[in-house]
């Protein structure tokens, strides 16, 4: 059985959790080690548990399926608990729990496939006809968004950007977190989601065109956030 070794940030576990949580007559510790590696094992639970709702936000801004993303956030909460020495403290916790959640989105994505893929009436309709004429120029001049990179520096943007990526049409809305927050390259999309390379950019080019309009609309344009 191996020992429990417990570093400056109260955790570090060389065993699954569930054997660490039933300590008491398995591990051949001295009884002030295992009640102190319990607390820690408490401490980390208790701190895993409290970051769950910011969890499901990511996971259903990604799925756009609650029942899909609890099951990815209990799927991470419980790799987590079983095997809490996989976190080494080299990272915030939030950072490394994400770090998990991403792999628990791909699998389930995998999985539903199919209907991850289904496209609702939003998904399928062209918007480059209403924002482009025949020969490809705007039909309205965009406004003039000054300096992008100033408004990546607050946080207000970002909220503003989080409610028009929530907006995006539900298989548009995956592709896109799945090539910008999961970093998957167009190869492993069309893989775990079995589409074509023409559907997936066609799918990210009318995702795109509508996060900028959003974007110009409720931010750029000095307006507020979607609702």
Do not use: Y
């Not at 190869?187 to 959003?214: D, G, P, S, Y």
Request: aromatic fraction near 6%; glycine fraction near 6%; proline fraction near 3%.
């Amino acid at each position: 059985m191996g020992e429990l070794v417990l570093d400056r940030s109260g955790l570090q576990a060389a065993g699954d959790a569930r054997v660490v949580a039933t300590a008491a007559g398995i591990l051949t510790l001295a009884p002030s080690i295992s009640r102190n590696a319990s607390t820690a094992l408490t401490d980390f639970a208790r701190q895993v548990e409290a970051l769950r709702p910011q969890l499901v936000r990511f996971a259903r801004t990604q799925l756009r399926n609650d029942a899909w993303a609890e099951d990815a956030v209990s799927e991470t909460v419980l790799a987590a608990l079983e095997k809490p020495q996989s976190f080494a403290g080299l990272s915030q916790l939030k950072t490394w729990l994400v770090g998990v959640l991403k792999h628990k989105v791909v699998d389930l994505l995998r999985k539903q496939s199919k209907e991850a893929t289904a496209l609702t009436d939003e998904d399928a309709q062209d918007l480059d006809d209403g924002l482009f004429d025949s020969g490809g120029h705007w039909r309205e001049a965009p406004v003039d968004w000054g300096d992008p990179e100033a408004s990546c520096n607050r946080r207000e943007f970002f909220e503003v950007l989080e409610a028009c990526v929530e907006h995006l049409p539900a298989v548009q809305g995956r592709v896109f977190m799945m090539r910008e927050w999961l970093e998957l390259d167009t190869t492993e999309i069309c893989k775990e989601l079995q589409i074509t390379t023409t559907n997936l950019w066609v799918l990210l080019h009318r995702a795109r065109l509508r996060l900028r309009e959003c974007l110009q609309l409720r931010w750029f344009g000095g307006r507020s956030a979607p609702t």
